[in-house]
């Protein structure tokens, strides 16, 4: 789940290469009136995403479904931790009038983590997926799933419903996977994925941030462990602490090293490498479409 964002934290000065521009132009201030008139929920705009004004001018963006409060506590998410509200059986209908309101061509769909569900949200995520192609034909889409705890029944309500892309990220290095996501496992998500494939998923994805501690060669490791599965796409970012609670910044990568990781991952096979500073899993998503 791709909501890590940065808030008003006292750390280190961020380097140059980190500062970005509001975003502007005409496509985004069309698009930004209507979030704001209907109330339309984003996490372009809920999470301050530094990229929104891009994505947006391409026509796309993305939406978290099953509520605002997730039950994991991750020590890089900005997300509330807690007890979820109940289910929103409409909530479908509501995404899917969303992206038409907005005019969207690919939308991104993520989630909190449900572990409090049987199903872990997966119905509530195969019927968003069914009402967004019924009112939206043409817009194609990218789901950011959790790991639903390794259960392939809930799983396979995704591949059912056919996506064109999925996408579960990895969010760091095996080593430290435990405090970075406390209650995943490095090797389930990646059974999760090597699942997807192997059951009819056409283009899988998967991200990580940096700056947590990771050495080189763990992030070159876990970029090898991506392909023996057959990733497609991989995405890699740097993080930024959301709050004091959470977890601090170790180092801030340099353009010459996130440059370095893309070339590697383009050696190894990976269709897509988006690797830079600003990048988050949903950065031109709707060119990891071919």
């Known amino acids: 789940m791709d909501v890590t964002v940065e808030t008003k934290v006292k750390t280190n000065p961020k380097p ?3 500062r970005v521009k509001l975003p502007t132009g005409k496509k985004y201030t069309e698009l930004r009136g ?9 996490i ?8 929104m004004g891009e994505c947006w001018s391409e026509g796309t963006a993305t939406f978290m479904i099953l509520g605002n ?3 994991r506590s991750c020590g890089f998410c900005g997300v509330k931790t807690g007890r979820p509200e109940t289910i929103d059986w409409q909530e479908p209908e509501k995404v899917a ?7 969207i061509k690919h939308a991104v769909i993520t989630s909190v983590d449900r572990d409090d569900l049987a199903d872990g949200g997966s119905i509530i995520w195969s019927e968003t ?5 019924r009112m939206n034909p043409t817009t194609t889409l990218e789901t950011l799933i959790p790991d639903f705890q390794g259960k392939t029944k ?7 419903a056919n996506p064109e892309v999925v996408s579960h990220n990895m969010e760091t290095v095996k080593r430290l996977t435990r405090e970075v996501r406390i209650q995943a496992k490095y090797e389930q998500s990646l059974e999760v994925l090597n699942y997807l494939k192997k059951n009819g998923i056409n283009r899988t994805k998967s991200g990580i941030m940096l700056g947590l501690g990771e050495k080189e060669e763990e992030v070159f490791q876990t970029l090898e462990d991506l392909r023996k599965i057959d990733l497609d796409v991989v995405t890699i970012g740097q993080y930024l602490q959301p709050s ?8 801030f990568i340099t353009p010459d090293q996130f440059k370095k990781y893309e070339e590697v991952g383009l050696q190894m096979g990976f269709r897509h490498v988006e690797s830079s500073a600003l990048v988050r899993s949903s950065y031109k998503a709707q060119k990891h479409l071919t």
């Open 34 to 42: 209507l979030v704001d008139k209907y109330d339309l929920h984003t």
């Open 97 to 103: 009038r969303s992206i038409k309101l907005m005019k």
């Open 44 to 51: 372009c705009t809920s999470g301050s995403c530094p990229n």
């Open 244 to 251: 004091k609670k959470h977890l601090p910044v170790k180092e």
């Open 129 to 133: 997926i069914k009402a967004i192609r």
């Open 154 to 160: 809930n799983i396979d309500r995704i591949i059912a």
């Open 16 to 18: 140059k290469w980190l």
């Open 69 to 71: 409060i997730c039950t």
